[in-house]
């Protein structure tokens, strides 16, 4: 944000406005203000609800388990975790604060980047595309971000009791889908009052 003094000489009267430009920031801070992050985690959590309870729709891993009292001849018992709604939501919640975390962490090397002394001149958060250095950096950031959601649903996957192959599909369309991609979002409109 860039602020300008402009000295109008009204009647011998030296007043002097403010004016503010580039009040628009980039996209990718938004959900980084705080009277937005409920709205942004909202966001998050339902997306990831969505996603989370399609996969497990599509391979048939919702159970209703039966819990036996005492151990029958010819009753198993079993340890497996139910998996049910409620199951996807509480794991969608977890999912959602790591996710939100996740892309924190890749704000902050956004930000990281943009203070450091050769890439601040090359970086370009309003035209994200209008270099090739500027665009590279911001997939740079965004492919962490994004093995880091793949690493962390591939072991919740387990712990869903998912087998191998599972867990891996699950962290890779986690990863994919929910990486940060808004921060390729150019904001090409510039602010002013």
């Not at 985690?41 to 036996?68: E, G, P, R, S």
């Not at 665009?135 to 998912?162: A, C, E, F, T, W």
Request: hydrophobic share 50%.
């Amino acid at each position: 944000m860039a602020i300008f003094t402009k000295n109008n000489s009204d009647n011998s009267s030296s007043k002097s406005e403010i004016l503010l430009y580039n009040l628009i920031f980039p996209l990718w801070v938004f959900p980084f203000i705080p009277t937005l992050i409920p709205r942004a985690f909202a966001v998050k959590f339902a997306i990831d609800a969505i996603i989370v309870w399609i996969y497990l729709k599509k391979h048939k891993k919702f159970n209703n388990l039966k819990i036996y009292c005492f151990r029958a001849p010819g009753s198993e018992r079993t340890n497996l975790p139910q998996i049910d709604s409620r199951a996807v939501f509480r794991y969608s919640f977890k999912a959602a604060i790591f996710g939100y975390f996740a892309d924190f962490l890749g704000g902050v090397a956004m930000i990281g980047l943009l203070e450091t002394a050769p890439f601040d001149q090359y970086i370009d958060t309003y035209y994200v595309w209008s270099n090739f250095i500027s665009g590279l950096l911001h997939v740079l950031v965004i492919l962490p971000v994004g093995i880091l959601i793949y690493l962390y649903h591939r072991s919740m996957g387990k712990r869903l009791n998912l087998n191998t192959a599972e867990a891996h599909g699950l962290g890779l369309i986690m990863g994919i889908l929910t990486a940060p991609w808004f921060f390729l979002i150019p904001t090409t409109l510039r602010g002013q009052a």
